[in-house]
């Protein structure tokens, strides 16, 4: 069945670097690949999302890539604040236009003052 | 606009107790995703309608869980009876119809069963 596969499963940086988290899918169909960020006890709100017409879309600090042969997309965090700490979750769309969302299994990121 | 509204907040029952979860989509949206999220599983689709139909239920995880949409307003789902290992955070989600459209979240339903 659908699957999405995120690494790493927890990421501590210092304030200032960058971050990376990637996520790999199965669905070949699959062409809407959101991102979510949870702060600790709160709701998922999206951040970024990329489509599968286009390989890169950044947002100021945050950028989505995609590689559709691969089936891998990536999201890049630069100049990273203590804010971004919280758990971010990849998601690719299930095939057949239904707008049923398959989340990865979510990155603790931890931004160390 | 509100967002996405779900009740209770927090609930607390004892194993055997049936549980209804409520939630009121965006208006204007006409698709709605029930999830349960917690620590071992993360977030996992147990179903969802669109246009107040249920389209795809396979993540429902036994027959002790059941939802409906009786108006495009409206959405519920009960577990009955209840069990220690249905503890989680339950969250409804909207969207307009359609692949590709944003999904917004609810503040979620954090449910605990002892």
């Known amino acids: 069945g659908e699957n999405v596969e995120q690494h790493p499963s927890t990421l501590s940086v210092q304030e200032g670097d960058s971050a990376v988290i990637k996520c790999t899918y199965s669905d070949s169909a699959s062409n809407y690949f959101p991102w979510y960020k949870q702060e600790l006890g709160k709701r998922p709100q999206l951040i970024i999302d990329?489509?599968?017409?286009?390989g890169e879309k950044k947002d100021q600090r945050i950028a989505v890539t995609l590689n559709k042969t691969a089936k891998h997309f990536s999201l890049h965090i630069t100049e990273t604040q203590p804010e971004d700490s919280a758990v971010y979750f990849c998601a690719a769309l299930g095939s057949g236009n239904t707008g049923k969302l398959i989340f990865g299994q979510g990155t603790t990121l931890q931004v160390k003052p | 606009d509100a967002g996405v509204i779900q009740s209770p907040r927090h609930e607390v029952t004892e194993m055997g107790q049936e549980v209804t979860l409520r939630c009121k989509p965006i208006s204007g949206h006409n698709s709605l995703f029930w999830y349960r999220q917690t620590m071992m599983r993360g977030l996992e689709l147990l179903i969802y309608?669109?246009?107040?139909?249920?389209?795809?239920d396979s993540g429902m995880p036994e027959d002790r869980f059941s939802a409906k949409m009786p108006n495009a307003s409206f959405s519920t789902l009960k577990i009955q009876p209840s069990e220690p290992r249905d503890s989680a955070v339950y969250f409804c989600?909207?969207?307009?119809?359609?692949?590709?459209?944003?999904?917004?979240f609810g503040e979620g339903s954090w449910l605990t069963v002892v």
């Open positions: 989600a909207s969207s307009r119809q359609g692949g590709g459209n944003t999904i917004y």
């Open positions: 309608f669109n246009n107040n139909v249920p389209i795809d």
């Open positions: 990329i489509r599968s017409n286009v």
